[in-house]
């Protein structure tokens, strides 16, 4: 059973496009973050809830919105694509006391 | 502010080589120290963390608080330990970000 899963795999769109990544896990983790891995594969945080509230937010693009209907799921929607959004984009979770447990990762290609 | 560092962005080696991945970090706490490891298109997942004091695969890292590093070494490398390695901090701020080095590839030649 995968811990952390994430849809889809791969994404490829056009710019100006709005996309949505979707983000669950069966951990019963209270935390869950949004990474992205640029092409030189620095990986970088983005958003962090924890029980559906917001506690981290890395001077992201206000086109990036993350939601959190409940504490299992975090999706992450993207308004008015650009180029320098293709990335990966990992969701990962965590409980107490526990690693960071990251999903297989979004590629998203922005043509 | 939190801050590691990977001073390699790759590094390769024979099989049977001795490797290790250079890993220093900038916090004023006391911080908890990971090591990640990325296989190709696959996921991200632990490897080693400073408190467990374990060997993971032959790996292992020592935490040098006074040097602020967190090197991780293998005596022995092997072809399937070709990857990505990211080293990791968390500190005890809030909501437990955790900051990444930027990546060290290690490629282990036959």
């Known amino acids: 059973d995968t811990a952390v899963s994430q849809t889809p795999k791969y994404l490829v769109t056009q710019m100006g496009n709005d996309k949505s990544i979707k983000c669950e896990q069966n951990?019963?983790?209270?935390?869950m973050y949004w990474y992205k891995q640029d092409s030189k594969k620095f990986l970088k945080i983005m958003f962090s809830y924890n029980n559906k509230e917001l506690i981290i937010n890395e001077t992201v693009p206000n086109r990036f919105s993350p939601k959190s209907p409940d504490k299992a799921h975090l999706n992450l929607h993207i308004n008015s694509l650009e180029l320098g959004d293709s990335a990966v984009y990992f969701c990962a979770s965590k409980g107490v006391g526990s690693p960071l447990h990251f999903g297989n990762g979004t590629r998203l290609t922005v043509t | 502010a939190q801050r590691v560092t990977q001073p390699e962005k790759l590094l390769s080696v024979f099989k049977g080589a001795p490797v290790e991945l250079k890993c220093n970090y900038s916090y004023s706490g006391s911080p908890e120290l990971f090591w990640y490891v990325q296989y190709s298109r696959q996921r991200l997942q632990l490897l080693l963390r400073?408190?467990s004091r374990e060997s993971i695969k032959g790996f292992t890292a020592d935490l040098n608080k006074g040097e602020t590093s967190f090197h991780l070494k293998k005596p022995f490398a092997q072809e399937e330990d070709s990857a990505m390695y990211y080293c990791?901090?968390?500190?005890?701020?809030?909501?437990?970000?955790?900051?990444f080095g930027g990546g060290t590839r290690v490629l282990v030649k036959p």
């Open positions: 951990l019963g983790h209270d935390t």
């Open positions: 990791a901090l968390r500190g005890e701020a809030a909501g437990n970000k955790l900051t």
């Open positions: 400073h408190i």
